[in-house]
């Protein structure tokens, strides 16, 4: 390992100016490199190595199990790292900032100055910060493109290795372009390495990537084992960090959803909820412990030595007694507009939320909501949280949904039903379609605060977001404008890409 770092470190010295678009550089042994110098304890945690590696290439990557499984888990040890910065890890808190979830303590005051334009709606072309998704997001489609086209040239893996990591690959390239399409909108779809082409792609609609998203999905639903693997992409696992069959399969009953085909939506959350000897709804103060029964797609802690921790999100949203900070400790704190949400005797606020009550010279008193969802926010602390990607809760929701647009009232009142049972709530009445969508929407709004965009892209995709943060935006010191629920594109790229059209109103 130690020559292997060596070498791939030398690799980035060489070829550091990477873009995707345009680089002309050999990115695939850069980007091999790059996934294998950040994530040596990734390896040595996940990939067993017998003998170090002193020649690396784009074509060799490709040749053993063991390299070829190292890019995947690179790409899921690099998530769960990123929670600043425009990593896939920040969908959780950005999208929240955007929307109606999260206040940023001191506002304009605070010295978080990547945050304060997505918390005032108040984005330019030139204001994204760090916070940069599209450059992220589409560095990690690169990533698995590379590795589709390695993983189908390659006649040396052995096949239940190969067909995992081609079908783990498809899967993170139609996650990556549905948070591309549900943040920016229209975009270009890049499925080659060839830059040539890459640099020069148009925007294209979004209905057309939909159907690349559900096309992968539906690739990975063949090719993904059911059961849960290990970081050799073989061996049978208790660990859920490893995308399978059933992941696939949320992942695609979600997007019907969003591209409002109905009956494939409640199909496909169907036979994830049938899967009763994986799944089943967990109590509400089990949820998001380590490999819970609701547990779908998890990512695993970032086991630095010096520094273990369980989630990025405990670290970030846990309050301390002394309450939120204007500085980069500890900056948000949950909005009254999801704390008035919760229902009287809602379980899920006073085990998924908690709150400090802090005094300040001669102020009252006020009390500090943050998210509770992650509770262990000490370093070095026993690792018995992961951060949850898919869980079957969603999957109810889904089918909920579905159901009331299919006029099946009923089914959908049901599955509304058992997650608000969970929640320790009633049943409640439902007699029409729009009743029980409203219903669906609230329940959604309780039981996915805070998790990876639900919020936004619910508000989006059910037109109800002009109603909303027309009040909200002003709230928190912008002003609203329809525009503002796609994010734009940064100037850098409109530069490289003479194609890259910007979004309405930047």
């Not at 890890?89 to 206040?103: H, Y």
Request: glycine share 4%.
């Amino acid at each position: 390992m130690k020559q292997l770092i060596i070498f791939t470190r030398n690799i980035l010295r060489k070829n550091f100016r990477l873009n995707y678009y345009s680089n002309k550089y050999n990115i695939r042994l850069y980007i091999f490199s790059f996934v294998i110098l950040i994530y040596p304890t990734s390896c040595k945690k996940s990939i067993s190595i017998n003998a170090p590696i002193t020649s690396i290439n784009g074509k060799n990557v490709y040749q053993t199990d063991i390299t070829a499984a190292a890019v995947m888990t690179g790409i899921y040890v690099k998530m769960t790292s990123t929670l600043h910065g425009g990593g896939l890890a920040s969908l959780s808190l950005v999208p929240a900032l955007s929307a109606d979830e999260l206040i940023l303590y001191g506002g304009t005051s605070s010295t978080n100055k990547d945050y304060i334009p997505y918390y005032l709606n108040l984005l330019t072309r030139s204001t994204t910060g760090s916070m940069d998704f599209s450059a992220t997001i589409y560095l990690t489609i690169y990533i698995t493109n590379t590795a589709i086209n390695g993983l189908i040239n390659s006649s040396t893996l052995t096949p239940l290795v190969k067909n995992q990591l081609l079908g783990e690959a498809k899967f993170m390239r139609s996650f990556c372009y549905f948070y591309l399409v549900n943040l920016y909108g229209d975009v270009p779809l890049a499925l080659t390495t060839d830059y040539t082409i890459t640099s020069v792609l148009p925007r294209v609609p979004k209905k057309q990537v939909l159907q690349q998203i559900i096309s992968d999905l539906k690739d990975a639903q063949t090719l993904l084992t059911d059961n849960y693997v290990a970081g050799n992409a073989k061996s049978l696992t208790e660990e859920r960090v490893r995308p399978n069959k059933w992941a696939a399969t949320a992942l695609l009953a979600r997007t019907y959803l969003y591209d409002e085909s109905w009956d494939n939506a409640e199909k496909e959350a169907t036979l994830v909820i049938n899967n009763s000897s994986l799944y089943h709804l967990n109590t509400i103060n089990e949820v998001f412990l380590r490999n819970s029964n609701e547990t779908i797609w998890a990512l695993q802690p970032t086991l630095n030595p010096t520094n273990v921790s369980n989630t990025e999100d405990a670290k970030l949203f846990v309050l301390p007694a002394t309450g939120p900070t204007i500085n980069t400790l500890y900056p948000f704190y949950l909005s009254q507009n999801v704390i008035a949400s919760f229902e009287k005797g809602d379980e899920r606020k006073t085990n998924w939320t908690d709150s400090v009550v802090v005094k300040q010279n001669n102020t009252p008193p006020k009390t500090y909501y943050f998210p509770y969802k992650y509770k262990i926010s000490a370093p070095n602390a026993a690792v018995e949280e992961y951060t949850i990607v898919l869980r079957l809760a969603e999957q109810y929701l889904i089918r909920a949904e579905a159901r009331a647009h299919l006029g099946n009232l009923k089914g959908g009142t049901d599955d509304l039903s058992l997650i608000r049972a969970r929640a320790g709530l009633p049943e409640t009445p439902l007699s029409t379609k729009e009743a029980l969508l409203s219903a669906v929407l609230h329940e959604r709004q309780v039981e996915l605060f805070m998790e990876w965009g639900h919020r936004w892209f619910d508000l989006k995709r059910t037109k109800k977001i002009n109603e909303v943060m027309s009040i909200v935006t002003p709230q928190k010191g912008g002003t609203w404008n329809p525009n503002w629920q796609l994010y734009p594109f940064r100037d850098v790229e409109l530069g490289r890409d003479p194609n890259l059209v910007q979004n309405d109103g930047y």
